[in-house]
């Protein structure tokens, strides 16, 4: 396969863009790692064996500029945003462990088929990742929209396994509490 650097703007880069922001959240920063991916494969150009398709190439040099976003990001994770969304969580269950009744699961209705209502509900689920705190967000991202696997999610954010649940298990707490505040 050879590589076509005259086209990878017209060519993929409106997909590295969706790839990114579902990602970061941010606009800009999504522009700027797609600029940064193009930058880097231009430099690795030589290094291209062909195993795999130029977007694929293009997309597993973006995903890793992603991941130094991740950990810089959490890296400088200040203890208050951690200590603050732990406190949301304290009012979710009895002492018994079981659900306080106004905190319970209740129904999301997004199996809708209407696309409004599934851009309003995928709206309001950014708008609650973006509340996270920044390594909950991003390991709740990679595991449940990058689909990698634990292992890998560990190794590249530098998380025990045990903490890696931990992360999980109260991600999907605040958001479920998000959600349905603002869904509901």
């Given at each position: 396969m050879i590589l076509n650097p005259h086209q990878w703007v017209a060519t993929h880069a409106d997909y590295l863009y969706a790839y990114a922001i579902t990602r970061v959240n941010d606009e800009e920063q999504a522009k700027d790692l797609?600029?940064?991916?193009?930058?880097?494969?231009?430099?690795?150009?030589?290094?291209?064996?062909?195993?795999?398709?130029?977007?694929?190439?293009?997309?597993?040099?973006?995903?890793?500029?992603?991941?130094?976003?991740?950990?810089?990001?959490?890296?400088?994770?200040?203890n208050i945003e951690v200590q603050k969304a732990e406190e949301e969580q304290r009012d979710f269950f009895e002492e018994d462990g079981h659900w306080v009744a106004e905190h319970g699961p209740k129904e999301f209705s997004i199996e809708d088929k209407d696309h409004l209502v599934n851009k309003e509900f995928d709206s309001i689920l950014k708008k609650c990742m973006e509340k996270l705190p920044t390594l909950w967000m991003a390991v709740f991202t990679m595991k449940h929209i990058d689909e990698e696997p634990t292992d890998t999610i560990c190794t590249e954010l530098k998380v025990t396994a045990s903490n890696f649940w931990v992360i999980i298990h109260r991600a999907k707490l605040n958001l479920r509490a998000c959600l349905q505040k603002n869904w509901i």
């Open positions: 797609v600029q940064e991916t193009f930058l880097a494969a231009l430099e690795k150009v030589a290094g291209f064996e062909g195993k795999s398709s130029e977007r694929t190439w293009l997309t597993a040099i973006l995903r890793n500029k992603i991941i130094d976003v991740y950990r810089k990001k959490s890296s400088g994770l200040k």
